[in-house]
């Protein structure tokens, strides 16, 4: 996936950079808010019918 070999170039200079600072927290924020992005942008590529994939793929009705 292109996006993701974007994204990891960018995060590890990013972290690269970061780490000589030692400033663990933003870090994990940022963390959680790629994660979060890179989820939304599965979702949107599944399109409608992600949640059928998500039952076919073993997960309960409740989580998917």
């Known amino acids: 996936m292109q996006v993701i070999a974007d994204l990891k170039s960018y995060l590890l200079d990013s972290k690269a950079y970061f780490g000589i600072a030692e400033v663990l927290n933003p870090l ?3 963390d959680k808010l790629i994660k979060r992005k ?8 599944w399109g409608r019918s992600g949640y059928r994939k998500l039952r076919r793929l073993g997960v309960d009705r409740w989580t998917a």
């Open 38 to 45: 890179l989820r939304c942008y599965i979702w949107q590529q």
């Open 28 to 30: 994990r924020e940022i």
